[in-house]
């Protein structure tokens, strides 16, 4: 495991390093679901998948991660360098600046709150390392529920940028602004991680 976090209502939520071969029949059934078509994977076979993220996991400046709940698989994060991936020259870049991805897994039964506390944990994580100051996303504009999830965390929307796979919306999300979207009012911070580590 590389990160921990309670959850006050849900509990355990916990990251691991992803293993490509090893973890591509799940990733497979969660990236070809119909709710996934924003992975852009629908058509993709597992072979296809276990490459995909082997080429993530040699990639320098590229990372997967495998996030567990109560100790089972059901969510995946992606953390990666802005300046070489996705956005390279495409936004105003700042010394600090993480991207990210995440995937929630198709659930058995849907749980009231699950998908903010998988936002908050992965953010959590970035934040872990002092050497983050501002996580950045860039969703398709057309992921309404996403977009929303973003500003529950404290996301600003920057505006939209032209990618090769899509139309995004570039969002930005400092330490600080984090803190106070999550943090109750007269409380700890909902999102202090409980083993914190650098991978």
Request: glycine share 6%; with cysteine; net charge neutral.
């Amino acid at each position: 495991m590389v990160f921990r976090r309670d959850d006050p209502r849900l509990g355990e939520f916990a990251l691991r390093t992803l293993d490509p071969d090893a973890d591509a029949a799940l990733l497979h059934r969660w990236v070809t679901h119909p709710k996934a078509a924003f992975w852009l994977m629908q058509q993709a076979d597992v072979a296809t998948v276990a490459q995909e993220y082997r080429r993530i996991a040699a990639h320098p400046h590229h990372d997967a991660y495998l996030g567990l709940w109560r100790g089972r698989p059901t969510f995946l994060a992606e953390r990666y360098d802005p300046a070489h991936v996705d956005l390279v020259g495409r936004y105003d870049r700042q010394e600090g600046d993480v991207g990210m991805h995440f995937l929630c897994a198709p659930p058995e039964q849907p749980v009231s709150g699950f998908t903010r506390a998988v936002i908050t944990t992965v953010m959590a994580w970035l934040f872990a390392d002092p050497a983050v100051r501002r996580v950045v996303v860039e969703p398709d504009v057309r992921n309404t529920a996403v977009h929303a999830l973003n500003a529950a965390v404290g996301f600003t929307v920057v505006g939209p940028v032209t990618l090769p796979t899509k139309e995004a919306l570039l969002s930005t999300c400092t330490r600080a602004a984090f803190a106070a979207a999550t943090t109750p009012q007269g409380g700890s911070p909902a999102w202090t991680p409980s083993t914190p580590s650098r991978t």
